[in-house]
């Protein structure tokens, strides 16, 4: 089955810009997780959507926001850009009905966008 | 969820066995251990998990210690396609709707196969 497909892979932007990402998870996957990756803080959880709600926050200015479709796939939004937005945008998705064992929770990412802004 | 240290970096020779350490001393009675990869730009990719018990799945085994402070991650006959950056993680399990998407990943270890 298809995995992950996140889009653009790549693009380039401008300080003060905005930018919108898009996920669409695997099919039948209902939890959408997107993160940040730079060389200097590495891996970092930005939000997480379950049911066009957003679930879980991790620690980033407003000017990153999110927002989950029916269908579950999901959108990233990153206003006012700045130089150190630069980086590795990751969105997962999991299965999770809540009857199914932990095993069955994994994260499948998807092969990322990476933001460059100049 | 309970910290993880790993080594920066590890070497392995093709064809021999990587064992990746992982210690997580404040890890809970009910908080899991899981692995996952990152070749070059490329999105993670889960290995394998456990709670106490040692686990094997077609990728690699993972070895947790009785007093499950630590654990370790083995790919029995490595392969230069093997070459990336290791993540231990330690959460929280489903129970209690704990938000699943949430990972804290550390830095890793950067492990490099050679031929």
């Known amino acids: 089955k298809a995995g992950v497909t996140q889009t653009p892979r790549y693009l380039i932007k401008t300080r003060g810009q905005q930018v919108t990402l898009s996920c669409s998870p695997i099919?039948?996957?209902?939890?959408v997780s997107w993160y940040q990756q730079t060389p200097g803080q590495g891996l970092q959880f930005l939000f997480e959507y379950f049911s066009e709600t957003q679930r879980n926050k991790g620690n980033f200015p407003g000017r990153f926001s999110g927002r989950q479709f029916s269908n579950s796939r999901s959108e990233m939004n990153v206003s006012t850009l700045e130089l150190g937005d630069s980086a590795l945008y990751l969105c997962?998705?999991?299965?999770?009905?809540?009857?199914?064992?932990?095993?069955?929770?994994?994260?499948?990412f998807g092969a990322g966008s990476r933001l460059t802004v100049l | 969820d309970a910290k993880t240290t790993q080594p920066p970096s590890m070497d392995c020779a093709e064809g021999r066995a990587a064992n990746l350490p992982c210690n997580h001393s404040t890890i809970s009675g009910n908080e899991y251990v899981y692995w996952y990869r990152q070749i070059h730009s490329q999105g993670p990719q889960y290995i394998i998990h456990?709670?106490?018990n040692n686990e094997t799945n077609e990728m690699a085994s993972l070895i947790i210690t009785e007093d499950r402070k630590s654990s370790t991650l083995i790919l029995p006959h490595a392969t230069l396609r093997d070459t990336a950056v290791y993540y231990c993680?330690?959460?929280?399990?489903?129970?209690?709707?704990?938000?699943?998407?949430?990972?804290?990943f550390g830095q890793g270890t950067i492990l490099t196969v050679h031929p």
């Open positions: 993680i330690v959460r929280h399990p489903r129970a209690g709707g704990t938000s699943y998407g949430k990972l804290t």
């Open positions: 997962a998705s999991s299965l999770e009905t809540g009857k199914l064992p932990e095993g069955a929770n994994v994260l499948t």
């Open positions: 456990g709670l106490k």
């Open positions: 099919s039948g996957h209902r939890s």
